[in-house]
């Protein structure tokens, strides 16, 4: 296992050098004993499964006034606590499920198509994507046909901006990356990604890769984990993974996991921060899935079938993956025989056996140990304040670092920390991806 | 507007209109417990959007409305129809710097009345504060392009990155503007370009951001041959005196990948066989780089 190193600053400081020393010395604090008592501690970290649950439920009930400004995001809060409600294996009730299904297919959907933030708002395409993707994860009949799927697929169609070839969000609204992203995700969900509306969007998020390897959200804007993941998923989605530069992207990704706080930064020389364990860390199975397409003596095709994807050209075949492999703890955790010279007081790290182009054990503490709120919820890091949207997100990133395709799962601590397996392009778990496929008649994504 | 809330019912100017509540259904999920005045401004916005007014108090309105909510698109929306007013935008700019929306109005209208007016004192202002803001930068790359500002942007940079050389944000910047300036990246650009960047790498030289402009700069647009061969000589030259920076590591297996000589590819291979040693976290990744170089290799 390597040694956590933090920030060698040349002793040369800035403001960007200060912050990061902060933000490491607030993190000492909480792995100082876990370092000290490993590997007596380590086995017992655990995910606090029943007050995450309690802290979504809640949310789902009732919010205080302090939500007024996500009052333009409503299908968004629905979608980060089902998700992790989802991930976490709670099951919802009939009550419940009608309850969400009345709510965004009656009073946000518009009846011209698409969703909006609220009852009576303008159709928006985030909101879009938030509501299909929760009506998916409650994947009744009624929450499933509730969706209007023609005049959605005119909704998308009416807002591809014919100069750049990407999306706008809403009506005369900002074209960017996550326009693209969450068009292509619900289109290929529902079966109404025909050429009309795939087309071209290979060439925007081909303009938006910069000189460092990311993606921005727009020709000549900075690399950022968030836009770089909804780049590479929609070429996933529009079957172009050709068109990005894989060799510079994979680099530019594995640069963003911090060597000292074992999550990721969005950005170069930026702060962790706990919602990117999903936007960064699910972009190396799809980064698996690209360099499978090109390099297939080197990655194993069955990520195609993982992912519940069928790639360009013709991989499917060889790319069947079965989900049975994937069930035992065995060996997840296994501790180096060999300590490091250079190590005086720590003699035995735990590392997982994981097989992504990250350290997913690095990434399991860091969610485990530094994020977790006492009564239910994750945050961005330290000294945050939790909120669904962290919660989400950090839940999906443990949820894909522990599950691998060629290995048994790379779960850190306890094994009830398992979480559900989600999809990575889509981030539903694969049970609702495959249902909702079947639902409208298609296999894969 | 005034400090002191007066409801819409006790307005003499509202008394024609019949507030909408909003149709949450009967038993909807996360329900917001909204205060009072949210309750009451959003239902006479939902009337005035009901009937499409267009008016003074409908503007007035919508003011109401995203000083409650800065993030309600629908109100930005409308109010573009409204009005063209930077002086509105200007303050809610200052007071909501990480919104879409107040952003792009910024540059719906800049649009229309071409009057770009002081737009980069006030972005620079924003970026004064928060460096790394993105929406400002991009709001910044926007308003450069369209209205063909460029000619200060380079001296602009300087003092950022002076201020800070982790600054990602005006590197990246300044790629943008370079790349504006030469479109083709002639190698004198290049170079000129990738010595600037090896000054910034000398005051310190784990800072990523110099390294990734460095390594960009030469592989853009196919790459040049020169500019590959100054940061490989860069690199190893900086390696000499710090040898275990993992940059300067990760730019010259660039630099022996791109060769594709027999000799650089087992070159490469050490360094990848060094990586795995002193940059841990992305131990797996250094391997698959292994293993690709050694295929290579064997072809």
Redesign the interface.
């Known amino acids: 296992?390597?040694?956590r190193k933090g920030?060698?600053?040349?002793d040369?400081s800035?403001?960007?050098?200060r912050d990061q020393i902060k933000t490491e010395k607030s993190i000492t604090q909480y792995y100082y004993v876990y370092r000290q008592k490993q590997p007596d501690l380590f086995r017992s970290l655990s995910l606090l499964r029943q007050q995450h649950i309690s802290y979504c439920l809640k949310?789902?009930?009732?919010?205080?006034?302090s939500?007024?400004?996500?009052?333009?995001?409503?299908p968004w809060?629905?979608y980060w606590?089902l998700h992790s409600l989802d991930l976490l294996g709670h099951e919802l009730d009939e009550d419940?499920k009608s309850?969400?299904t009345?709510?965004l297919g009656?009073?946000c959907q518009n009846e011209n198509g698409g969703f909006?933030?609220?009852?009576?708002?303008?159709p928006?395409l985030a909101p879009t994507y938030a509501s299909v993707l929760s009506l998916c994860i409650i994947n009744t009949t009624d929450s499933l046909n509730i969706i209007n799927r023609d005049k959605l697929r005119s909704f998308i169609i009416s807002l591809k901006d014919p100069k750049s070839k990407g999306y706008r969000?809403?009506?005369?609204?900002?074209v960017d990356v996550r326009g693209a992203y969450t068009a292509l995700a619900v289109a290929s969900l529902l079966n109404i990604d025909d050429e009309q509306v795939t087309s071209g969007v290979d060439e925007y998020v081909q303009s938006c890769q910069?000189?460092?390897?990311g993606i921005?959200?727009?020709h000549?804007?900075?690399?950022?984990g968030g836009y770089a993941f909804c780049g590479l998923a929609a070429l996933m989605l529009c079957k172009k993974t050709e068109k990005i530069d894989i060799d510079?992207l994979?680099?530019?990704a594995?640069?963003r996991?911090?060597?000292y706080e074992?999550g990721f930064q969005g950005?170069?020389?930026?702060l962790v921060d706990a919602c990117y364990s999903f936007w960064m860390g699910s972009m190396f199975p799809l980064i698996h899935a690209c360099l499978a397409c090109r390099?297939p003596?080197?990655i194993n095709p069955e990520i195609f079938g993982f992912l519940q994807w069928t790639p360009p050209n013709h991989y499917s075949a060889s790319g069947r993956y079965d989900p049975s492999k994937q069930v035992t703890f065995t060996q997840a955790v296994h501790f180096e025989e060999e300590s490091d010279p250079n190590d005086d007081n720590e003699d035995q790290y735990p590392e997982l056996d994981?097989?992504?182009?990250?350290?997913e054990t690095?990434l399991q503490e860091y969610l485990l140990l530094c994020c977790q709120s006492a009564t239910g919820g994750l945050f961005d890091k330290p000294g945050k304040s939790r909120d669904y949207y962290h919660t989400c997100y950090s839940l999906s990133g443990l949820s894909v670092s522990q599950h691998q395709y060629e290995k048994p799962s790379s779960v850190l601590g306890n094994e009830s920390n398992l979480l559900r397996r989600t999809n990575p392009i889509i981030n539903i778990t694969v049970d609702k991806v495959e249902s909702t496929l079947k639902h409208f008649g298609k296999s894969t994504l | 507007m005034s400090n002191i809330y007066v409801p819409f019912k006790d307005r003499s100017e509202w008394n024609d209109v019949t507030p909408i509540e909003q149709d949450d259904g009967p038993n909807p999920v996360v329900p917001i417990a909204y205060t009072d005045k949210f309750r009451d401004t959003m239902n006479y916005f939902r009337a005035v959007l009901k009937n499409n007014e267009i008016s003074e108090r409908a503007l007035a309105l919508t003011d109401e409305v995203i000083n409650l909510n800065a993030a309600n698109y629908t109100a930005w929306y409308y109010r573009r129809d409204l009005k063209e007013e930077m002086e509105y935008t200007d303050a809610m700019t200052e007071e909501n710097q990480k919104n879409y929306q107040v952003w792009y109005h910024r540059q719906a209208i800049l649009e229309k009345s071409r009057d770009v007016g002081s737009e980069l004192e006030l972005v620079a202002r924003i970026i004064s504060e928060d460096s790394k803001n993105y929406h400002a930068w991009v709001h910044r790359q926007w308003v450069v392009k369209e209205f063909n500002l460029w000619s200060g942007e380079l001296q602009y940079l300087d003092g950022l990155i002076k201020d800070d050389v982790r600054n990602n944000s005006a590197w990246n910047h300044r790629f943008f503007v370079i790349s504006h300036l030469d479109p083709s990246l002639s190698d004198k650009t290049r170079l000129e370009e990738i010595k600037y960047a090896f000054t910034s790498i000398n005051l310190a030289p784990n800072n990523e951001s110099p390294w990734n402009y460095a390594k960009g700069v030469a592989s853009a647009k196919g790459g040049s041959d020169a500019a590959y061969q100054a940061l490989k000589e860069g690199a190893e030259a900086l390696l000499k005196r710090a040898p275990v920076n993992p940059f300067g590591h990760y730019v010259l297996l660039d630099c022996c990948t791109r060769s594709g000589t027999n000799q650089d590819l087992e070159r490469g291979i050490v360094l990848c066989d060094n990586l795995v040693k002193f940059d841990g976290i992305r131990k797996k990744y250094w391997e698959f780089r292994k293993q690709k170089l050694s295929k290579d290799l064997a072809h």
């Open positions: 296992m390597h040694h920030v060698d600053g040349d040369f800035t403001d960007t050098l949310g789902l009930n009732g919010l205080s006034s939500f007024d400004c996500l009052d333009a995001s409503r809060l629905c606590i419940l309850r969400v009345d709510f009656r009073r909006g933030g609220g009852p009576g708002q303008l928006h969000m809403h009506k005369d609204g900002e910069t000189f460092e390897g921005g959200s727009f000549g804007n900075e690399a950022h510079a994979s680099h530019w594995v640069r996991q911090m060597s074992g950005r170069t020389n930026k390099d003596e080197l994981g097989g992504w182009y990250f350290d690095a």
